[in-house]
């Protein structure tokens, strides 16, 4: 992945700057730092590329991959979607606008982040001493949290292996604890990318279920959940690509 993008910064710098394209890279090389005036180093530009690929990216498809399984596990659930879409965009592209008029779209995503998050483990450093439950903290030490752990913790989400989008009503989600749920991280260094995330999934989520209904090739299949960086299925997701009836 390195070598790719290294020839793709080679490429865009031999063109004339006027015959960029309009892109991110484009952005990313004509930056510059606000005091220095510099432009970022191709080394730079490399790691920012890598961050958005995997942030823009796989974690995405991630996401939908779970959100399909859950709707495949749960018909009643993408039958209320089907009848949100229908009624708000019917056979039409939907539009900014039309995503506002489909929370429950919506609310099937942040139900699939909550049982499915992309990003399952995340470290942060402790800045200073601490005691935690009785055990120390030293300053420096890397803490590892886990939104998977936390978004199926029973003292948060009553039923919490049960995948329920009406969790996420307004009045409900409300009154959740503020660190419950975490699938972007927290605080400070939450991820910069989680409105554009939501909305990307939000979105393609309607563009996809308005043509297709994925099913699974055994209704009894299970996934086997694994963790290497990002969240995924051990054995697969074997579905057929249905479309809508």
């Known amino acids: 992945m390195h070598a790719y ?16 394209p309009n ?5 990313l ?5 606000e005091e220095t005036g510099e432009a970022m180093s191709d080394t730079l530009l490399r790691d920012e590329s890598v961050t958005m690929f995997f942030a823009g990216h796989e974690t995405t498809a991630r996401t939908m991959t779970f959100t399909w399984y859950a709707l495949a596990k749960h018909p009643d659930v993408a039958r209320k979607l089907h009848d949100e879409i229908d009624a708000v965009v019917g056979d039409r592209l939907p539009t900014i606008d039309d995503l506002k008029r489909m929370p429950y779209t919506l609310q099937i995503i ?3 982040l909550r ?3 992309a990003a399952p483990l995340y470290v942060r450093d402790a800045v200073q001493t601490d005691v935690i439950d009785g055990m120390r903290i030293d300053a420096g030490a890397q803490i590892l949290l886990s939104p998977f752990l936390t978004h199926r913790h029973p003292g948060f989400w009553p039923d919490p292996e049960r995948f329920d989008p009406e ?4 009045e409900r989600e409300a009154a959740m604890h503020p660190y419950a749920y975490h699938p972007f991280a927290a605080g400070q260094r939450i991820c910069l990318g989680n409105n554009f995330s939501l909305f990307e999934s939000h979105l393609l989520l309607v563009l996809l279920a308005r043509r297709f209904a994925p099913t699974l090739t055994d209704p009894q299949f299970v996934t086997q959940l694994d963790m290497a ?3 995924f299925s051990r054995n697969g997701m074997p579905m ?4 809508r009836s």
């Open 240 to 243: 057929r690509i249905m479309p």
């Open 23 to 27: 892109d991110l890279l484009s952005k």
């Open 115 to 117: 049982l499915y998050p």
């Open 167 to 170: 969790r996420w009503l307004p």
């Open 29 to 33: 090389m004509l930056a510059r730092d």
């Open 110 to 112: 942040k139900e699939t």
């Open 229 to 231: 960086g990002t969240l």
């Open 5 to 20: 993008i290294h020839s793709v910064i080679a490429q865009r710098r031999a063109m004339p700057e006027a015959q960029w």
